[in-house]
């Protein structure tokens, strides 16, 4: 009787130690690599490959902090490399010309305007109307062919590269709406969109898919996916790299 109880306990530690072996990647970053990329991909390559992902959607310069620090694998941006060193010294972090890391483009990303399903009568706006609204200059929707509704804008807190791009591409720097009502990451910031009647946002290209939300037609603002290593990637991590650009194009967001 003791020595069964005895190799039962040892079967049990052995399925423990392995478990805690179980090799995992820890990925973090901002919402078009994460949303558009990674969760999509994230099972069928646990599934193929054993190895775990660990997914963190904190915005990628928090992403590029804590690569630097070395407690993520992965920092992931919708920005090419050099626009985020560019984000990284406007936020106080300098890290020079990056020499020290490697970037890779694992894909593209167009970033989507999400409305309020109430706002399907706009079927489309122009770039001066998104610099309206989003500005705070355009109140109300009656303004560009929609129902008598004010505008709310909704504000991710943690897409800093989104934010970036679009003030840059779309609202030639103008500052956001005094009035905006903040979110957390793209997921959030979809919720809030979808329960928010006279709502308006900007999320990378998987946050159309779903109930509740409006999509209308706007010029496009696209921009590179980047992933970002300290140093050159690892075994597991250049598995990760190859299996996106390989098998994992099934799945990633287009």
Not at 210 to 217: F, K, L, Q, T
Request: charged share 20%; proline share 6%.
């Amino acid at each position: 009787m003791r020595l069964r109880f005895l190799t039962i306990v040892a079967a049990m530690l052995c399925a423990a130690s392995g478990m805690s072996a179980a090799e995992e990647i820890r990925v973090g970053g901002g919402a078009a690599p994460i949303e558009n990329i990674f969760r999509k991909i994230k099972q069928p390559f646990e599934a193929a490959t054993g190895v775990q992902l660990s997914l963190r959607a904190d915005g990628p310069d928090k992403a590029f902090i804590e690569l630097a620090a070395g407690r993520l694998d992965v920092a992931a941006a919708g920005l090419s490399y050099k626009d985020l060193l560019e984000l990284m010294k406007k936020g106080g972090h300098d890290f020079g010309t990056g020499a020290e890391f490697k970037a890779r483009v694992i894909g593209a990303d167009k970033i989507q305007v999400l409305t309020h399903r109430d706002l399907t009568p706009v079927k489309s706006l122009t770039k001066d109307q998104l610099k309206g609204l989003f500005s705070g200059q355009i109140a109300n929707w009656k303004q560009v062919g929609g129902p008598e509704l004010p505008v709310v804008v909704v504000f991710s807190t943690k897409t800093p590269g989104t934010n970036k791009l679009w003030q840059e591409r779309i609202m030639d720097g103008a500052d956001w709406a005094a009035t905006r009502r903040e979110s957390g990451d793209a997921a959030q910031l979809r919720k809030m969109v979808a329960g928010t009647p006279g709502s308006i946002g900007i999320g990378p290209l998987a946050a159309e898919q779903g109930g509740g939300i409006h999509s209308p037609e706007t010029p496009e603002v696209a921009r590179p996916i980047t992933a970002v290593t300290k140093g050159a990637p690892s075994p597991a991590v250049q598995k990760l790299l190859d299996y996106i650009q390989g098998e994992g194009q099934q799945f990633v967001a287009k």
